[in-house]
């Protein structure tokens, strides 16, 4: 009766590790809290192998299963901690520094300070690999949500980071706007 | 001689649009576009190339081993 894990199949989640930690690290800014998330994510997996159907997307089914981990511990979280706000962002935040050279720390305090929705989007269509279909259904809203999450989000990022900002951009953007001309 | 300045230009476009572009939606140009993506996957690159932590291949490990016996109370 019990669905047992067979070899390729524990291949295959070990296989979705590294991406179901990009995801959980992305999304909650927490390295530690990431790896509990996944390790959920496994066990749940594991625990409800007899509701995954064969042939379909895995991948699909564990951001799915992590996704659901992550909002309802998240709204536990907010209940138990004096937090209203749940500020991601603010323990996320990290001092500003004017660097010139790109650095992952100023993209991951930008990323941090978008809605949640709107991170989840972003991750899954820019980062994972997901269609927006795809998206969609591991976030159990409509397609043209997930665009227009998508849209939203890298709008912000790109005024978070001045990306859009060609006066910050300095004597550089001579060159971009050769470059892109 | 209106075209160059790509990022102002995307801006300004999200006023006049003269284009079908819903004024409700705007969009970000596609030069402003690719910068954030490619930073977004440069970023999830790293995370991605991280060692698979070994707790992961133990917790499979053993749930391998002693399946059958554990999860049949339903």
Known sequence: MTPEPEPELREALLAAVPSLRAFAISLSGQVDRADDLVQDTLLRALSNLHRFEPGTNLNAWLFTIL?????????????????????????????PEQGSHLDFEDFRSALAQL??????????????????????????????????????????????????????????????????? | MTVDKGNKLARASLDNSSSSQLATDPKLDSGS??????????????????????????????????????????
Do not use: W
């Open chain 1, 67 to 95: 996704r659901n981990l992550f909002h309802s511990e998240y709204r536990k979280r907010r209940r138990e901690v004096e937090d209203p706000d749940g500020s991601y962002a603010g323990r996320l935040k990290v001092q």
């Open chain 1, 115 to 181: 809605p949640a929705d709107q991170r989840e989007a972003l991750l899954l269509v820019g980062a994972s690999g997901f269609s927006y279909e795809e998206a969609a259904n591991i976030c159990e809203c409509a397609v043209g949500t997930i665009k227009s999450r998508v849209n939203r989000a890298r709008i912000r990022l790109a005024s978070l980071l001045n990306v859009d900002d060609i006066e910050d951009l300095g004597p550089d953007s001579m060159t971009r706007a050769a470059l892109q001309g």
């Open chain 2, 33 to 74: 576009q690719k910068r954030i993506g490619d930073q977004l996957r440069a970023m999830y690159d790293e995370l991605m190339q991280q060692p698979v932590p070994d707790r992961f291949k133990d917790l499979l490990d053993q749930l391998d081993k002693k399946n059958g016996g554990k999860e049949g109370s339903q």
